[in-house]
């Protein structure tokens, strides 16, 4: 393999990468304060990608209006999930939240059928994304580069938000005791809402960005992206919005890799992903940069 | 008379009932009907199976799919003749032994079974050293796992292709007479001491160790044979249905029978087979949505999908609003149905 590939290679593994630790930021946060999985979280991203789809093309809105729009809406549908089907279920018992998760998962993808219909819809991608520039020899399409410095803005907001504000301060208080959380007059379902809106927004932000890379807009666009970045997260260390970041990038490279250095086993891509999930669990359980979980009851 | 040997006597009177409306529908029933009939009990056989871990147990297992899939298709290959195989692979020719072998469908439903509870052994180590979400995420990665697999392995499953062309080896007697076995073998189990002890997990695992219960033994136990029902069940499917791809065996298989126990009830077998029954029966009722219909005045254009639509929001509301489902924990018992009949209970 020359060096040109190897490259090219780290590039788009970086850039798959940063769209998994996005949407690993949503698992983590929610996991960190309700212990559960979001199992809706990845169908955020094709709720995301076809309200960008419909405000550019029923509204007509200029990109640089429409995508941030979308990515409120988004953010807006988390709360609006949190308040319908996980909220009811606070003090059941977590086996029913879970399938409640996985309900609300396929009740998303499954309305995204009934009214836009299973066939995939282009995305419109902006022409400033489209542009092919080479960078030592090697064609890149600036969208790719965009993305890591997309995510890293928003993560250095985000993390602003978690440790520089009061809300902040509110949602690490509620990821490690409820109790005391109420107890020092806080809001506590306000806070988790602000958590869901948060997650959904980046989600959405990864979701816009995939269905760029990838124009193929259909209702079950989300499904694998959002498993992969739930073990991203994981692999990070669940709880940890850095480590989320850190453990996305850690896939993406490792599947844009393996595919790169041994393209025999391509097939077997989508099973990578699970295969470092049982091992982060077998040898490691906490992740790369996580604590031990408090088992909340 | 004991009441012991009254029940018996009633479940095995139950059981003649059954298989006298069976013989009727076999006799006199429609193509349809037999179908739906079919399919209602391979429906009670997986959710009785998968009841056991998920509610009983208390553990939420998301990998039913793969062992579905491991025994479909093991019974798949093994009632082919080599002739059949021949034609079938074409790309890639089968792989030494599988090629060759060829036994009678009970013995390959057993060993589907079988092979569906050497894998479910295979994975236990890292599936039970978590539990909750961890447990659900790890078991739903095997069933994606399984089905690259299925899609990869050419020279085993013919890939994307899949397997078609199977002998409809799959009638009433076969399916009912499993799900009546598999309904009488897990009872037992349940009111046997392993299924007193898988309860005590499922309702303080620190508690049950402290009363020298060993959980990863017991989970173990429940697995393998959930997955042993599953695999079985998957054979009668494959030979139900005579065309297997991996596309069939989707977690949207899961999803269904997480559907069936909820509504039934997680914990309750007798909840197991009334949500498999209802779903099978209401599955087919419910396609109405997704068909035009013409009401003279009105004209309703199907809705696709729609159905799933109905199956999420039932199984969110019964979620939210009715965790009990129809059964909650309780069991169908003689006891019971006698009483409300006014048996009056004599002396014994």
Redesign the interface.
């Known amino acids: 393999m020359t060096g040109t590939i190897l490259f090219q290679q780290l590039i788009n593994g970086i850039s798959l990468g940063s769209l998994y630790g996005l949407v690993a930021i949503g698992y983590t946060m929610v996991?960190g304060i309700l212990?559960?999985?979001n199992f809706a979280h990845g169908d955020l991203l094709m709720f995301a990608a076809y309200t960008a789809i419909y405000l550019i093309g029923i509204f007509t809105l200029p990109w640089q209006i429409s995508f941030p729009l979308a990515m409120v809406i988004t953010g807006l549908m988390g709360i609006v999930l949190d308040r319908c089907?996980y909220r009811?279920?606070r003090d059941?018992p977590?086996?029913?939240l879970?399938?409640?998760a996985?309900?609300?998962s396929?009740?998303l993808e499954?309305?995204a059928?009934?009214i836009i219909g299973?066939i995939p819809k282009g995305f419109p991608r902006p022409p400033m994304f489209d542009h092919v520039i080479t960078i030592l020899g090697v064609r890149v399409q600036v969208l790719t580069l965009y993305t890591p410095v997309i995510t890293i803005v928003l993560l250095l907001g985000l993390l602003y938000i978690v440790y520089r504000t009061k809300v902040g301060k509110a949602m690490r208080a509620a990821s490690k005791d409820f109790e005391a959380t109420r107890l020092m007059g806080i809001n506590l379902d306000r806070v988790i809402a602000i958590t869901f809106f948060l997650g959904s927004f980046l989600a959405a932000a990864g979701g816009i960005m995939w269905a760029m890379k990838y124009p193929q807009v259909n209702p079950f666009m989300g499904v694998f992206p959002g498993?992969k970045a739930?073990?991203a997260a994981?692999l990070g260390g669940i709880g940890n919005i850095v480590g989320a970041v850190i453990g996305g990038f850690l896939l993406g490279l490792g599947e844009i890799m393996i595919v790169a250095f041994f393209p025999e086993v391509s097939?077997?891509k989508?099973?990578f992903?699970?295969?470092i999930?049982?091992l982060v669990?077998?040898f490691r359980?906490t992740g790369i940069m996580g604590e031990p979980m408090i088992d909340k009851t | 008379m004991s009441k012991e040997r009254r029940n018996l006597l009633l479940n095995i009177m139950g059981i003649l009932v059954l298989f006298v409306i069976l013989y009727l529908f076999n006799e006199y029933g429609t193509d349809y009907q037999i179908r739906i009939l079919n399919n209602m009990a391979v429906f009670i056989t997986l959710a009785v199976s998968y009841n056991l871990v998920n509610g009983i147990c208390g553990i939420l297992h998301l990998g039913p799919n793969a062992f579905i899939t491991i025994g479909a298709y093991t019974s798949a290959l093994l009632t082919m003749s080599a002739a059949e195989k021949q034609m079938t692979y074409i790309i890639v020719p089968l792989v030494w032994p599988l090629n060759v072998l060829h036994t009678p469908f009970v013995v390959s439903l057993l060993l589907g079974g079988l092979m569906a509870a050497v894998f479910a052994f295979a994975i236990s180590f890292p599936v039970f050293r978590v539990r909750g979400d961890y447990l659900a995420i790890v078991t739903l990665g095997f069933g994606e796992v399984i089905r690259v697999l299925a899609n990869a392995l050419q020279g085993v499953t013919n890939g994307p292709l899949g397997l078609k062309g199977l002998v409809p080896y799959t009638n009433l007697w076969w399916s009912w007479g499993v799900a009546v076995l598999t309904i009488i073998a897990i009872t037992k189990l349940i009111n046997s001491s392993y299924g007193r002890a898988m309860k005590s997990i499922r309702e303080d695992e620190i508690a049950a160790r402290a009363m020298g219960i060993d959980p990863f033994k017991h989970l173990l136990m429940a697995f393998l044979i959930s997955a042993f029902f599953c695999g079985v069940a998957g054979g009668l499917l494959a030979h139900l249905i005579t065309t297997i791809s991996p596309t069939l065996f989707t977690f949207f298989l899961t999803f269904n029978l997480l559907i069936i126990i909820v509504v039934g009830g997680l914990g309750s077998t007798t909840g197991a087979v009334i949500g498999a029954a209802l779903f099978a029966w209401g599955g087919e009722a419910l396609r109405i949505v997704e068909r035009p219909t013409d009401l003279g005045f009105l004209k309703i254009p199907g809705i696709p999908g729609m159905r799933m639509v109905i199956f999420s929001i039932i199984l969110m509301l019964v979620i939210i609003f009715a965790r009990r489902g129809i059964m909650g924990r309780s069991e169908f018992s003689w006891d019971w149905l006698l009483s409300k009949l006014g048996w009056k209970e004599k002396g014994f």
Do not use: E, H
Request: proline share 5%; hydrophobic share 70%.
């Open positions: 996991y212990r559960l999985i089907a009811p279920l059941a977590r086996i029913s879970l399938i409640s996985i309900g609300a396929f009740l499954n309305l059928i009934v299973g498993l739930f073990i994981v097939q077997y989508d099973a992903a699970f295969v999930l049982i669990l077998l359980p």
